[in-house]
């Protein structure tokens, strides 16, 4: 019977250098207080032994545990999950916060929090306390939310808000929400709509307001009205069928729909339809997000792209750089989105 191969450790990789563990733990985590030849010589026992670095090895050095931990709703997430639509977020976060965390030797570890809990401070803590993270990544509307940023503030755990322009000693990063949707509200413009109705997101998330404000701001630098334009949804397709009934079944009706996600986008395309209207010919839309399945719906609906990977990419190098002391950027960051043209705009019909 063939006995199993034992696992290389960094005991091995001490042994076979001549080295102490220390030394080895210096190499791997690449600091700067490891003289050349010695960090040679330590590479090629790794290389000849094939050791791959593990956390624990990791820890050795130093009061660093190589974690990310990274936070996202639970309620919509799982929500979200079980509706199997398309969307994307989490597969977002995770692709750009482990692929960032893999370059620096770290683990990204993603836990789902119930903003709305009264238990949330109790789960933060004990996840907390399982993991020692060098920093968390707070997605909205945790971002926000002092009952978790108290917590990890006490704990003197770092840590990066998107979607959030407070700073607090911290990381604040946003996709520039209110210049997006003044993106969309001029290409609207610039195809000849006046009447543009905006479907805002919820008070508690701060990006629902920003957008709202560049839809705003962009209508009034045109000198055309915002009054009686503007429904609040929720995020969700059943909210967004409501505000599409409420805009599109008004006396003077838009001509153009800016939602601001995906799920209201697709709702609006969907009463559109319903109401025996072309898109675009009768009503043109724009949606926020771009997830897949934007591209896939009749029309296919021009959209905001917003750069989640690359923004949990950044929030990650941040929180690792702020570790090892390295200077940071001025706050926030921003990490401009894009506008996807498609299908579902054109010029407004001609009402002669």
């Not at 996709?175 to 610039?190: F, R, V, Y």
Request: aromatic content about 4%; charged content about 25%; glycine content about 8%.
């Amino acid at each position: 019977m063939a006995r199993r191969r034992q696992s290389v450790t960094i005991k091995h990789v001490a042994a076979d250098a001549g080295v102490s563990l220390q030394t080895v733990s210096r190499v791997i985590n690449n600091e700067a207080n490891v003289r050349p030849a010695m960090k040679k010589r330590v590479q090629e026992s790794i290389d000849r032994l094939g050791y791959v670095p593990s956390i624990a090895a990791q820890r050795m050095s130093g009061s660093r545990s190589y974690l990310i931990l990274a936070l996202n709703d639970r309620d919509r997430t799982i929500e979200d999950w079980r509706a199997r639509e398309g969307r994307d977020w989490v597969d977002q976060m995770l692709l750009g916060g482990m692929l960032k965390c893999a370059e620096y030797g770290y683990r990204l570890i993603f836990e789902l929090v119930d903003t709305h809990s009264d238990h949330v401070q109790r789960e933060l803590r004990a996840a907390i306390a399982a993991l020692q993270p060098d920093g968390v990544v707070l997605t909205p509307p945790h971002s926000d939310n002092t009952l978790i940023t108290d917590v990890l503030e006490e704990e003197g755990i770092r840590f990066a808000r998107i979607g959030s322009r407070k700073n607090g000693g911290h990381i604040a990063i946003t996709m520039g929400d209110d210049k997006l949707a003044a993106m969309a509200t001029q290409h609207l413009i610039d195809k000849g709509h006046e009447r543009i109705g905006f479907i805002a997101g919820p008070d508690e998330y701060a990006v629902s307001g920003w957008r709202k404000d560049g839809w705003e701001e962009s209508m009034s630098a045109a000198g055309y009205e915002v009054e009686g334009l503007c429904v609040r949804g929720d995020w969700t397709y059943a909210s967004g069928e409501k505000a599409a009934r409420d805009l599109l079944g008004a006396a003077d009706r838009p001509t153009a729909i800016i939602a601001s996600n995906d799920q209201m986008a697709l709702a609006t395309n969907a009463v559109a339809h319903a109401l025996g209207m072309a898109v675009p010919g009768d009503i043109s839309i724009i949606s926020f997000d771009n997830s897949p399945v934007t591209r896939f719906v009749q029309p296919a609906l021009t959209a905001v792209d917003q750069p989640v990977a690359r923004t949990v990419s950044t929030a990650v190098e941040l929180l690792i750089k702020a570790q090892r002391g390295e200077d940071m950027p001025e706050m926030p960051v921003v990490i401009p989105g894009t506008l996807v043209e498609r299908q579902s705009v054109s010029a407004p019909r001609s009402k002669g």
